[in-house]
């Protein structure tokens, strides 16, 4: 009896031995296909906390990602302390995902700083339904104020006069054209915000330029790059403290223009983007129609993100195609002798690009190599998604990085080099490129596109034909430097130009 008891003790004893065995390869083999099927992107070993900061240049962090990607691939992992970015590098992987998984990847990542430029109003940094109708309505009255019609056209012609005016006081003296630049591009979307353009002696208008030109160098910087990685230890920040009183500031001066606007409201006819939006929230309010979009924190951030992205990137685009005229005089000479050929003494317009290839690929290359929004406005997943054979959860920050599309060296044949070439094929027409992304893509691809390019194209040429762009005496095209400044959008360096009158 006790011989058959020991036989069944090591009966159980093998089975739960079996059993335990089984169990044990199960898991192992669960983890193994778990970890296949959810492999994520690689990266650069982080630390805790800090995670990759000690490698990143928090002043150019796109040249440091552009590095990263040569040694970890297209799509990597970086942890910008203890937040986890996904970086998208390269011109078909960009496009891939932006356009090819574009409701995967079309979230914005609203990070802290980004979050006090908006409290998930507006168009720039919200989503969900409040986004999709503040960028439908603005896209919706864009057009409707002549967004690549006749009507923007005569807007920006209008504002090419005074701002010809503004440069011709210098008389041919260096100067430094951020100021000019930035009151015409103001200008433009202020005239469709508002109905009407300011003077540039106004004080109003200068102070809402300033403090937005301000705050979009201020968010570029590593003060703030670090307040985003700890928000809650570094909100203190002299730097972020700026961007909170220009914020406010400029919410105050805004608010007091809508004011001036509904005072005198005229239901019949719209004279600008925010007519439009008072009438319509005023058709809404009569209706009670519960839980409207058309509230007054979506109008106030929906003005702030048109004329701070309709202000900034134009005139930063305009000031490198400036700059690279002064750098490169044999070019210039080239956009002159198209100039005189194609259109002589009279007014430039629209319709003449189709005529001057060679000035339309100096633009675009302009934008390629002023490469002014680096790293883009960062995405965030919308879901759980596998992308090129990586697993990517929801919520994860996005970074498309634009900057090497811009300079894929499978794209361009000379990436680092200013050379409109890039856009002109062995006739000398002019040739689109795929990999030309200055203004990303997918559903948060920029929705000015049409207006913005008018305006490169008009304030170029009107400029490009009344003057030549030198260096400031003693100085040699040699020595002026491409070095870009530090900000949310990439800028020149300071510096100073001559605009010599032609006749």
């Excluded at 965030?380 to 894929?408: C, H």
Aim: hydrophobic share 40%.
């Amino acid at each position: 009896m006790l011989q058959a008891l020991f036989q069944s003790t090591a009966s159980v004893s093998l089975l739960a031995a079996s059993v335990v065995l089984l169990l044990v390869l199960h898991l192992l083999y669960s983890s193994f296909t778990s970890k296949e099927k959810r492999r994520e992107p690689p990266g650069p070993t982080s630390l805790p906390l800090l995670g990759n900061l000690l490698q990143i240049d928090l002043k150019r962090p796109h040249v440091t990602l552009c590095e990263l990607s040569k040694k970890y691939g297209s799509v990597f992992t970086v942890y910008f302390g203890p937040n986890k970015m996904v970086v998208l590098a390269g011109y078909k992987t960009v496009k891939e995902a932006l356009v090819g998984y574009a409701e995967e990847f079309g979230d914005r990542d609203i990070s802290p700083i980004l979050y006090d430029f908006g409290q998930g109003h507006g168009i720039l940094f919200a989503n969900g339904d409040s986004w999709k109708e503040m960028r439908r309505f603005a896209l919706t009255t864009l057009r409707d104020f002549g967004m690549g019609t006749r009507v923007a056209e005569g807007k920006i012609l209008e504002e090419c006069g005074h701002l010809i005016q503004m440069f011709e006081e210098h008389k041919g003296r260096p100067f430094d054209t951020s100021c000019p630049m930035n009151y015409a591009t103001s200008n433009i979307i202020s005239s469709i915000v508002y109905g009407s353009r300011f003077e540039y002696s106004d004080p109003l208008f200068i102070n809402l330029v300033r403090r937005i030109n301000e705050n979009i160098r201020y968010v570029g910087s590593a003060p703030i790059h670090l307040f985003n990685m700890f928000p809650k230890l570094l909100g203190w920040i002299k730097t972020r403290q700026l961007i909170l009183k220009n914020l406010e500031l400029t919410v105050s001066d805004v608010k007091d223009l809508i004011k001036h606007l509904k005072e005198t409201l005229n239901s019949d006819l719209c004279r600008g983007l925010v007519d439009c939006f008072l009438i319509r929230k005023q058709k809404e309010d009569d209706s009670c129609v519960k839980d409207t979009h058309y509230n007054e924190q979506n109008l106030i951030y929906t003005i702030g993100n048109l004329f701070g992205a309709g202000t900034d990137t134009s005139a930063t685009t305009l000031r490198w195609g400036l700059l690279f005229m002064a750098k490169y005089p044999h070019i210039q000479d080239l956009v002159h002798e198209e100039l005189n050929r194609v259109v002589g003494s009279r007014q430039v317009r629209v319709e003449d690009r189709k005529n001057m290839p060679y000035i339309d690929a100096v633009i675009h290359e302009t934008q390629r190599l002023g490469n002014i929004t680096p790293m883009a406005v960062p995405h965030k997943t919308s879901r759980d998604v596998t992308f090129q054979g990586y697993f990517i959860k929801k919520g994860t920050s996005v970074i498309p990085l634009i900057a090497s599309v811009l300079t894929d060296e499978s794209e361009w044949e000379t990436p680092h080099t200013f050379n409109p070439s890039h856009f002109l094929d062995k006739d000398g027409k002019f040739v689109r490129r795929e990999a030309f992304m200055a203004f990303s893509a997918g559903r948060r691809m920029c929705l000015g596109e049409g207006l913005a390019k008018m305006e490169l194209f008009l304030f170029f040429t009107s400029l490009l034909q009344r003057f030549r762009f030198t260096p400031a005496p003693g100085v040699r095209e040699d020595d002026l430097d491409l070095t870009p400044a530090v900000g949310f959008t990439i800028g020149p360096s300071p510096h100073k130009l001559c605009a010599v009158c032609r006749y």
